[in-house]
C-alpha cells in the first residue's frame, strides 16, 4: 500500500522496523536517543546549537502549533496571519481559542502571500507583534516564501512563527540566516519520512528564555519543556511516543544520506510525474504549475455525473493507492501527496492505477443515459 494522503507518508521499511520493540523512554540509553534526534532536527533546520532549540512534543502537529502560539505570543496578543488556506484557518482557529488574537491578511486561493502586503499590514498596525505563516500550505499546494516574508519582518522589528509541518526537510529553510523566526513547527511523519506520534519545534533559546509563563498550559508550554531539557542527562518530561521517536532516528539517519536538496527534487519529480499524468489522464490540476508546490497536488473533480471521491478512492485503494477522502479547496478536487519513501516510477504506476480507478467508476455509469461526455481516455 502507497500512502498518497499527504502524510502520514510512506516509510521505508528500515523505519518501520524500529518500532517493532519495546522502549523505556527515562533508560539512560533511550534518553541519549531522545538528544540525539533532537539535535538531528536542529541540523535539518540549520540551526545553531547555541542559538536554538529542537524540542519534542507528544502528538500531531497541529498540537505544536498551538504550543508554539500560547509559548511565544503572550495572552491577549496580536498576530498577522495571512489567510492562505485550511491550514492557515486551524492556525487562525488555535490562536483565537488559545485567547490570542489573530489577524487575517486575505490571501487569493491561487496567489502567494505577497511580501508588500505583509509589509504594509505591519506597518499599519504596530500591535501586531507576530507574523504567523504556513510555508507549504497543504490545503492548496501552494507553497510560500518563508525566508522572505520572516526577513520582512525581521526589518520591522517583529517575530515569526512558522508552521512548517508540511515542509520541514524538503523547502530550503537555514535558521542561522532568520534571526526574527522564534518557532518553526514540524512532525515527524510527513518529509524527514518518520511514523506519526511526534512533532517538534524549533525555537531560540532567548525567546524561550522570554517567554516563562506565557502559554496559560503546563502540557502545551514549550518554555517549560525548554527548562526541563537544560538538566544534566535531560530526557523526555512526559511520556514520549517512544517507538515513533526510535523510528524517527532511523529516517532521520536516511535523511541525511540523501540530503535535502535530492529529497526536495525526489518530490519535485513526484510532483511532475504526477501533474503531467493527471493531464494525460484528461484531468485539470487545481494549481497553473507556475505556482504548484512540491508537497501536494490538488486535483479538480472530473466534471461527470458518476464522479464520487469516496468510490475513487476506494477503488484506487483496491488497486495500492491510498489517498485523502477529503479536500481542503472550496471546489471540489482530490488531492495526491508527493512526499514519502518512493520516487517517480511509483507515482507513475500510480498515475496509471488513478486511469483504471476512475474506469472502475464509469463502468457503474448508465451508458450515454445523461447524453453527456465521459472526459477521461480509459487508457487501463
Ligand atoms: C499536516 C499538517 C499539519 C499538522 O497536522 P496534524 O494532523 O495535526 O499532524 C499542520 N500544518 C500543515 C501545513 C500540515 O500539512
Redesign the pocket.
Known sequence: MLLLI??PVTTDARVKAAMAQDYAPWDNDFRQAYRQVCDSVLRVAQAAPDEHAALALP???????EAAIRTFVPQGGRLLAPSTGA?AA??QRLAADAGRIAVPLPVGAAERVAPQAVAAALERDPSLTHLAL??????SGICHDVPELARIAHALGRRVIV?????FGALPLDLRDLPAVDAV?L?A??CLEGL?GA?FVVARRDSLEAARGNAGSWSLDLADIYEHTLQPNAGPRFTPPAPTLAALAVALDLYHEEGREARLARYTANMRTLYDGIGALGLVPYLPPALQGP??VNVRAPDAPTWNLQLFVDALKRRGYVLSNFYNTEQPTFRVGCIGAFGPDQMRQAVDAMGAALGDISITREPAASGGFFPFPLTA
Open positions: 499527504p502524510g502528538g500531531c502537529g497541529h498540537f505544536a502549533v491550514y486551524r492556525l504556513v510555508y507549504s500550505e497543504t490545503g508552521d512548517a509541518v508540511s515542509a513547527v512532525t511523519n510527513k506519526p512533532a508537497i501536494v
